[in-house]
């Protein structure tokens, strides 16, 4: 088998050698265990129920048995199952739905219309704190019901959760990360008071409500756990989305330049910079006992990681996937927001987040430029620049 030294500092999920391994075969190995790298199996592989999302088993990985940390991963939404998920996932499914994301709209225009502006005004501009960082923090506010003055004492801790993923890589990540689920829970106990004595119409209102009535038998913990991974999901996952779709931009400006000229393509857009650049560049899952997957033997409490992004410029389910394009239309579903019961609740809210700011900016200003160094975090995980510096000229 290929190996991939993923944990690689300068390592990328589609580099010549990552494509010339998926050309070989279905998987490679890696410090990590196998990472798959087509299509047809990471698909399958997310919706095997042979395999769970193993958050104990990850942390125990990386040394973590309790702390912080743990008490926030393994109890999180994401790694339950069956019943037990369905039951923390109730509390929340009927606030993401068409008709909550369509009432968002309005403010997300206006909310991008007014970042633009201050674009225009600048010229240049740090892309992820003056906007990408925004965005998401001003819709999350205004579902949740977390007031705006707030929003920078918890933008560093949403975005350092991220780093969750990227254990592996070393360095300070489990310190930022322990910090970030200490604060949040903090702040979080104090929203959870507030919203129990003045509530409001918001979803955090919504779910307070319904934990005081004890219909979906939901503790006190589960309840801040929930929000704590709600306000993570609302914020970095888009972020970092929204920052790897200017990036693409920037290097394809003939796209960019379509995309004002047809506004109509916004969707299409979006998807396409989902599957080129995914924010979630990479997930994984455990065996839950002893199989063989497409020939590959497996432990139960194995792990294999599904490489988002270079899945999805697999030729056999993206022909003439090897080029970004906006208008290409490609059937094969994107891999990074799950697949099955735990498919992305936001998944629809961050998408339409993008088709409505990407039409309104590529209408205002000419293609991004970079202007000045990008910093970027680990391939694995949420990937996604930490700096990217951008000038902007105005249309016309």
């Known amino acids: ?131 990408a960082d925004r965005l998401p923090l001003a819709v999350m506010g205004e579902l949740l019901g977390v007031p705006a003055a707030d929003h920078d004492t918890f933008r560093v801790w949403s975005s350092d959760l991220g780093l969750i993923f990227a254990l592996a890589t070393g360095g300070d990540k489990a310190d930022r990360v322990e910090r970030a689920v200490a604060g949040l829970d903090a702040y979080l106990d104090g929203l959870i008071d507030e919203k129990t004595k003045h509530p409001a119409d918001d979803l955090i209102s919504t779910m307070v409500a319904a934990w005081q009535r004890e219909e979906p038998g939901i503790s006190r913990a589960e309840l801040r756990n929930l929000l704590v991974t709600l306000v993570f999901g609302a914020h970095d996952n888009t972020r970092q989305q929204f920052s790897n779709t200017l990036v693409t931009f920037a290097a394809h400006p003939g796209q960019w330049t379509l995309l004002g000229e047809r506004p109509e393509l916004a969707d299409s857009a979006v998807r396409e910079a989902m599957r080129w650049m995914p924010a979630a560049a990479s997930l994984f899952r455990r065996a839950t006992e002893d199989l063989e997957f497409h020939g590959l033997p497996v432990a139960a409490g194995g792990f294999l990681t599904v490489a988002a992004q270079t899945a999805q410029r697999d030729p056999r ?61 680990p391939a694995i995980g949420t990937h996604g620049p930490d700096r990217l510096p951008l000038r902007f000229i105005r249309s016309g």
């Not at 690689?8 to 798959?36: C, H, I, K, R, T």
């Not at 059937?331 to 993008?354: I, K, T």
């Open 1 to 131: 088998m290929p190996y991939l030294n993923v944990v690689d500092p300068g390592f990328s999920l589609v580099a010549p050698e990552v494509m010339a391994a998926q050309a070989a075969g279905w998987y490679a190995d890696s410090p990590l265990g196998p990472f798959v790298l087509r299509h047809a199996e990471a698909d399958e592989l997310l919706r095997d129920r042979r395999f769970d999302h193993g958050g104990d088993g990850y942390l125990r990985q990386h040394g973590i048995t309790e702390g912080p940390i743990h008490d926030w991963w393994v109890p999180m939404i994401v790694n339950r199952d069956g019943p037990d998920h369905r039951r923390l996932r109730g509390l929340v499914a009927g606030s993401f739905t068409p008709r909550t994301v369509e009432r968002l709209r309005p403010f997300i225009r206006a909310t991008v219309a007014a970042l633009a502006d201050e674009i225009a005004e600048r010229g240049e501009v740090e892309f992820v704190g003056a906007v």
């Open 317 to 377: 389910a993206y022909p003439g996937g090897d080029r970004f394009d906006i208008t290409a239309g490609f059937d094969a579903p994107l891999l990074q927001f799950g697949a099955g019961p735990h498919y992305c609740l936001g998944a629809a809210l961050a998408q339409a987040e993008l088709s409505e700011a990407l039409p309104l900016l590529a209408r205002r200003f000419e293609p991004p430029v970079i202007a000045g160094e990008v910093t970027w975090r």
